[in-house]
């Protein structure tokens, strides 16, 4: 198993320019999330998904867009990149296991993004 | 809403034990979480406790929940210079339809020789 895979690991982009992460994970896990991470600020969710073509805003999701087209995908698009939104990315999945209720998410090794 | 709050930064000597605090405020938490990162990887859990438990012990970390006082801590014993990374709190609540974690800032815990 792979878990979760992230790519690209890094990018620069000059503002304005539009790129899509992906995030792949083989565990067959419903749920998947996109977060940014800032110093000092921890992990902020942008945006999630509860399963296969269904998508729900985080809490920073302004500037980005997210499609689950295939349970396995998740992408994270950025259509007009902004200096405000370099940061690292990182991609988590996880599968509530009802019977002990945890929700453990597995986390993606991060695509750490510049914008210029 | 729902906050975690954590000190950013701990060192600590190698040998020594190192306490991590955090603190939330959703009353209605179920599940406690404290991940680690290490340097330029992503987030792994460690452990994790459930809301009607007090302590768990696990090898060298011992997770302490004071639900009074909305309270988390981490201690891990003999700390090695292994252990430097940061360490985030996160609450979950259930029932849950989202699997959605609110974090804490994280505490970057320095480990010197």
């Known amino acids: 198993n792979a878990g979760v895979t992230q790519t690209p690991k890094f990018r620069v982009l000059k503002t304005g320019q539009s790129m899509t992460l992906l995030c792949a994970q083989d565990?067959?896990?419903?749920?998947m999330y996109w977060y940014r991470q800032d110093p000092g600020m921890g992990l902020r969710l942008i945006h999630y998904?509860?399963?296969?073509?269904?998508?729900a805003k985080g809490e920073v999701p302004d500037g980005y867009n997210v499609s689950r087209l295939k349970k396995q995908n998740f992408l994270l698009g950025l259509e007009s990149a902004a200096p405000s939104q370099t940061s690292v990315y990182f991609c988590a999945s996880s599968s509530i296991s009802w019977r002990e209720g945890q929700d453990e998410q597995f986390f993606g090794p991060g695509t750490r993004l510049t914008v210029l | 809403g729902e906050d975690v709050e954590q000190s950013l930064f701990l060192s600590v000597r190698e040998g020594d034990s190192s306490v991590i605090n955090c603190t939330y405020t959703d009353s209605s938490s179920t599940y406690l979480y404290w991940y680690k990162q290490e340097p330029g990887a992503g987030l792994q859990l460690l452990t994790y406790i459930f809301s009607n438990m007090d302590m768990k012990q696990d090898q060298r970390l011992t997770v302490l929940l004071n639900k009074k006082d909305k309270h988390l801590s981490l201690r891990i014993a003999d700390t090695q210079t292994g252990d430097s990374a940061i360490y985030f709190c996160a609450e979950s609540s259930l029932p849950s339809n989202t699997g959605k974690l609110i974090f804490g800032q994280g505490t970057t815990l320095q480990v010197k020789p």
């Open positions: 565990m067959n896990h419903e749920y």
């Open positions: 998904s509860v399963g296969e073509g269904t998508t």
